[in-house]
């Protein structure tokens, strides 16, 4: 579904993803796992158009969205719920939620609404209320099912765990895999390697704007010095 071919990219002069080449096949959850500053951030907003490549090609679908606006990308169905939520605070649950119909999934609105509330049964409970009065939780849960409300077929969550307490991780992450196994294609970019290595059928490990590993998390896992080196664990 997604095909990423020696993808260089950064801001103004400074080169922050250095030949980035992966795959994402349909129905895959796809981890991609590294420090901050490992340029993770920068991956993802490289593949949805937010900052222009350097150089290297992305497909999404067969089609090749290089250099495409990032209107036509989520138009396209590749949709990231972005590190740290980036909810609208003075609006409500509601107007957050039909924003991200605003391009994609319009004519489906009221069915979508419906799912992300079967998905998120506080979302429905707080629709009236200003989005910036949720806790760190439940904003996530807006995050996500704004995101969800676009029809992805692909979806990019950033750091989703981040800020969450031990027990909201935990639902988190249930959360993604469930989502997958209704043939939600996802990548997973994540600094929390466990939870992400148990859940993902691939991994990747970013450092300094280079993948320096790829494979099966069992691999990863069983590579110590990989793991201390560059995962910190």
Known sequence: M?????LRGGYDQVEVLRG????????????VLGSNGAGKSTLNNTLCG??????????????DVTRSRYTDIVAAGLIQVP???????NLTVLENLELGSYLRG???????????????PRLRERV??????????????????RGLMAEPRLLILDEPSLGLSPLLVEEMFDLIKRLNDEGLTILLVEQNVGQSLEIAGRAFVLE????????APAELLANSDLKRAYLGI
């Open 208 to 215: 300094n704007g280079a993948i320096v590993f790829s494979g």
């Open 20 to 31: 980035i080449s992966m795959t994402i096949g349909a129905g895959e959850i796809v981890a």
């Open 128 to 145: 009236a209320q200003r989005a910036g009065t949720l806790s760190g939780g439940e904003q996530q849960m807006l995050a996500i099912g």
């Open 83 to 89: 590190e740290g939520r980036r909810i609208f605070p």
């Open 106 to 120: 319009r004519g489906r609105r009221a069915q979508n609404l419906e799912r992300a509330f079967a998905i998120f």
């Open 50 to 63: 937010i900052i222009p490549s350097f150089g290297g090609a992305v497909h999404f679908d067969g089609r």
């Open 2 to 6: 997604l095909e990423i071919r020696d």
